[in-house]
């Protein structure tokens, strides 16, 4: 290194040959104006792993297999490899702070954006993973193949503790498995959380009395760690089997933590995925929600929020359907530009959510993308409906029933008047 002045290019072999348990980075980048593609993939790998801005006077030994190695690079998007020795055994946020950390500052890139990150069996084999996974809520809800639905009572923020019990008791009368709160209700002075989940549980009593049916609810216990025991403890001593972490803000550490607090409580986790788009909204720069999925998967959360393509939130299908992979399957194939092949191991598959925007007129719609597996949240497309919040949900009951059939809505709403209204109303608009 003698009368060099940085090393940068030494952190690019485009001939290595990632090992077996090596971690992989997949980035979209754009150089500085005066900056090579080649000088900033390497730029990227020195500031993930063992570099700095100049070269040093001596290094041990261990330093040069330590190295993270750029070693594909495809237009704007580079591969990067990473050795294991680089990432503490089971933690995540250790992981984050390398992969997706000072790199992000660097002025010699313009934009830079981690897509995804290929992780060998040897890093995931120190994470639990979801505690019920897929199979299990279907068994703690009773429902075999359908999808799971949902809803939050809409306005998302501002009813008493006892309208909104009321309004979730109507949601589960109408035929829905859960009510959520959404991500900005904890426990305010016109909500409390723990009157909140007194009334819920008295009204969810009386639902699963009436229907036969098992009833849910995704309550946000979000808070400091401590506090979100705390409201963890209560719901399990009333009943609950669900619980809601705002992960984006509560961060990884903290959801780390819930997973383990939460599994000996019987409670699965639904992650809401508030303040992802801050950092992956720009297809150029920061984080894609894929990976933040795979993230939360890997951590222990058993439901996580994945758009929905034709509702109000951004996202193509492509992007959707990313997610959804990442989230269910055991095993993804590579999608050039977008995924990185992935074998999941014993780590269980979580549910991907549907929401944001949704009515009966869009439920084929969401259907066609995700499938059965995945939770459908449809909220003002219920409580908006002509003639309240239970012809809602049962109005997209029947627009599931149909979609699952094979049967054309209109078809269906000749026969159920919730869902005629439904349609009368919103039609099949697709809402911005």
Not at 359 to 370: A, K, S, T
């Amino acid at each position: 290194m003698s009368g060099k002045i940085d090393w940068y290019l030494e952190f690019v072999d485009l001939g290595y040959k990632p090992a077996k348990d090596d971690l992989v980075c997949l980035f979209y980048f754009e150089p500085e104006k005066g900056i090579s593609a080649k000088e900033a993939a390497g730029r990227i790998a020195s500031e993930s792993s063992t570099g700095t801005w100049t070269t040093l006077f001596k290094l041990p030994p261990r330093m040069k297999k330590l190295q993270a190695t750029a070693f594909e690079i495809n237009g704007n998007h580079v591969k990067i490899a990473y050795p294991k020795g680089l990432w503490e055994e089971g933690n995540a946020v250790q992981l984050l702070s390398g992969i997706a950390g000072n790199i992000f500052g660097m002025k010699a890139l313009k934009n830079l954006r981690l897509i995804d990150a290929a992780l060998p069996h040897d890093y995931i084999r120190h994470f639990k993973g979801p505690h019920h996974g897929i199979d299990g809520v279907r068994r703690m809800m009773k429902v075999a193949k359908r999808p799971l639905t949902g809803a939050v009572p809409k306005p998302k923020i501002g009813f008493s503790a006892a309208e909104h019990a009321q309004i979730g008791f109507e949601t589960w009368m109408g035929g829905f498995d859960f009510v959520k709160d959404d991500e900005n209700l904890t426990s305010l002075a016109f909500n409390r959380f723990d009157e909140r989940v007194r009334l819920m549980s008295r009204l969810r009593d009386k639902a699963e009395g009436l229907t036969g049916e098992r009833k849910g609810a995704f309550l946000n216990i979000t808070a400091d760690t401590e506090t979100m025991k705390k409201r963890a403890d209560l719901l399990h001593d009333n009943g609950w089997n669900y619980c809601m972490i705002d992960v984006v803000v509560a961060g990884t550490a903290s959801v780390m933590t819930m997973r383990d607090y939460c599994s000996d409580l019987g409670l699965a986790i639904h992650a809401h995925r508030a303040m992802h788009a801050a950092f992956g909204r720009n297809p150029k720069h920061g984080i894609t929600m894929q990976f933040l999925a795979k993230i939360m998967r890997l951590i222990g959360v058993t439901s996580l929020h994945s758009g929905t393509a034709v509702g109000k939130l951004v996202g193509s299908r492509r992007d959707v359907t990313a997610v959804a992979d990442v989230l269910r399957e055991a095993k993804t194939n590579e999608l050039q530009g977008t995924l990185l092949g992935q074998d999941w191991g014993r780590i269980k598959p979580a549910f991907p959510v549907s929401s944001g925007g949704l009515h009966p007129g869009l439920v084929p719609d969401v259907v066609d993308i995700y499938g059965d597996e995945m939770i459908l949240l449809v909220s003002g497309g219920i409580h908006g409906h002509p003639k309240g919040t239970r012809a809602g949900a049962k109005a997209t009951m029947q627009a599931l029933e149909a979609a699952m059939e094979g049967e054309a809505l209109a078809d269906k709403a000749r026969r159920h008047p919730e869902l005629h209204e439904a349609l009368e109303k919103w039609g099949y608009m697709k809402t911005k």
